[in-house]
């Protein structure tokens, strides 16, 4: 296999192990319908802050989420090209 491959199939792996908790597939389904600050996010979620933030915090790490300061808070969105192309691997691997 060719190294680039290589580097490829491990970036598709954390994506899909970044995706295999509950609360982080939540996360992503309640900003596929717009971007939310980190409050409401954290109160539709039902987790404590610091819980929520690591959760956050991976979604932000495996660049399937991003977010701009606005004032004080921080709004929260899908960064739609990195999670479009997690479920264009997944179509992929769907039979036909």
């Known amino acids: 296999m060719p ?3 290589k580097a ?3 970036d598709e792996v954390e994506g899909f192990a970044i995706l295999s908790h509950p609360v982080r597939v939540g996360i992503l389904s309640l900003l596929a319908k717009g971007p939310k600050n980190a409050t409401t996010l954290r109160k539709a979620v039902g987790m404590s802050q610091p819980a929520f933030s690591y ?3 991976l979604l932000r790490m495996g660049r ?3 977010g701009v ?3 004080k808070s921080v709004v929260y ?3 739609k090209a990195n999670v479009k192309a ?3 691997v ?3 691997l769907t039979p036909k």
């Open 64 to 66: 399937l989420v991003n």
């Open 90 to 92: 997944l179509g992929q």
């Open 8 to 10: 490829e199939l491990r």
């Open 55 to 57: 959760h956050l915090g």
């Open 69 to 71: 300061r606005q004032g």
């Open 3 to 5: 190294k680039g491959r």
């Open 77 to 79: 969105a899908t960064d």
């Open 86 to 88: 997690l479920a264009s």
